[in-house]
């Protein structure tokens, strides 16, 4: 199992620049995160998902968009891209949500807004 | 307001010694908590979970405890070692509007010297 892959790793984008962080997950679990990580910041999340279909914002999630047609994937939008999304981003999921448990992450995409 | 506090952002301590890392918070009441472990450019790695119930979890040289009457939580790690340098991130699960969310202090990085 691979577990949880994000795509691309880096990526560098002009101010007004729109793109999408691809998350991927081969465990069957309903529930997906997106996180964005500064330094000194901690992790703070910008949306999640129940399941497919179903989704909500988080603490940070101005800025940004998500879908979840399917159980797999989770993909995060950036439309017109500011410095200030300047982070680096971790996608998680589990196999509850009530509590949530144990979270698997991804290895993060590193992304720069100039 | 709602605050997690890992007790210091840096860590130094001697090969072989026990490291004691700190998580405090406030205006929380979690059902679990949660320790994850992170290496640089590295998406966290999850390590233990206790629930409110309980008052210290073991597994292999790390060890948690829970106070919930205190609003904190330790972390050993016994018999320490090099490979055991990086940064550990306490988080609460929490539920907040009707969900379930992990809320992640900003981590205390560990570094032990040889």
């Known amino acids: 199992n691979a577990g949880v892959t994000q795509t691309p790793k880096f990526r560098i984008l002009k101010i007004g620049q729109s793109m999408t962080l691809q998350c991927a997950q081969d465990?069957?679990?309903?529930?997906m995160y997106w996180y964005r990580q500064d330094p000194g910041m901690g992790l703070k999340l910008i949306y999640y998902?129940?399941?497919?279909?179903?989704?909500d914002k988080g603490e940070v999630p101005n800025g940004y968009n998500v879908s979840r047609s399917t159980t797999e994937d989770f993909p995060l939008r950036l439309e017109l891209a500011a410095p200030s999304q300047t982070s680096v981003y971790f996608c998680?999921?589990?196999?509850?949500?009530?509590?949530?448990?144990?979270?698997?992450f991804g290895e993060g995409s590193r992304l720069t807004v100039l | 307001s709602q605050k997690i506090e890992q007790n210091s952002e840096a860590l130094n301590i001697q090969e072989g010694k026990t490291a004691t890392l700190t998580c405090n918070y406030t205006?929380?009441?979690?059902?679990?908590l949660q320790w994850y472990r992170q290496d640089p450019g590295r998406g966290p790695v999850f390590l233990l979970l206790?629930?409110?119930?309980?008052k210290e979890k073991r597994k292999e040289r790390l060890k948690v405890t829970f106070d919930t009457t205190l609003k904190q939580s330790l972390f050993h790690i016994t018999a320490s070692q090099p490979a055991d340098s990086a940064t550990y991130l306490c988080?609460?699960?929490?539920?907040?509007?009707?969900?379930?969310?992990?809320?992640f202090g900003k981590g205390t990085k560990l570094s032990v010297i040889p």
């Open positions: 206790i629930r409110e119930n309980e």
């Open positions: 998680a999921s589990s196999y509850r949500g009530g509590p949530v448990g144990e979270l698997f």
């Open positions: 205006n929380y009441s979690p059902a679990y």
């Open positions: 465990m069957n679990h309903n529930y």
């Open positions: 988080a609460l699960d929490t539920e907040r509007a009707g969900s379930y969310q992990l809320t």
């Open positions: 998902s129940v399941g497919a279909g179903i989704t």
